[in-house]
């Protein structure tokens, strides 16, 4: 589902990026550690301030991302030419694409980085399975999301563009993780609303 001005305006000013970094980033490096080296997928990269950070953060060699809204995709590449970063053999490949058809092939990524995309997914069970398929045996799964006690709160939903049907609760998540081979390894939680979550696919 696409963002609404707001929201669009929110993950994409630069206090997306600060907050992405010193506090997403900085909280699912504590709990799962780096990359090193491997490939990794990002799904609805927004700005790609999560690319930057898999990149320079978590130490990834090779970046994927994309984005269901085309302008989101523009300003995802745009930002990492901006800083350098989309040049060499190792640059970031950005694309308009859906979580539900990921352009990839099956088992192509050490890891994947959802930084707050799965809670505007109405699908979001299909979107963990076709998450699960692009993962190779033991990769890392980096989740930070809303959770439905965020989504159900009327003030946060005059403001949102959300699905309101069907959004998962901490233990919603972990059990459709679980039933699609994932096993969490360690989490953070902010109340009923946001989680931090690592899992690795078995
Ligand atoms: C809340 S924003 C988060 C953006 C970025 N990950 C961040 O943390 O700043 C959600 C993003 O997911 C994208 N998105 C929503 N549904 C999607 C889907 N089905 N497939 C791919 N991207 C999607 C939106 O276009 C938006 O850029």
Sequence with gaps: MLLNAFEKRLV???????VQRRLDAARLLKLGGRVEDGTVLEIGCGRGFGVEAALDLFGAKQVHAFDDDPQMVGLAQRELTKRGLMAGVHAPRIWHGNVHEIQAASGEY????DFQVLHHVT???GALEEIARVMKPGATLYLVESLRGLIDNPVW??????PKEDR????MLTEELQRRGFEVQAHRNWGKQFVWLVAARS
Excluded: E, I, K, Q
Excluded at 157 to 162: D, K, L, S, T, Y
């Design 12 to 18: 994409t000013g630069s206090l997306r990026r600060v």
């Design 110 to 113: 050490d890891a994947v980085f």
């Design 123 to 125: 699908d979001w069970r």
């Design 157 to 162: 939903g005059r403001w949102m563009n959300h």
């Design 168 to 171: 998962f609760t901490l233990p």
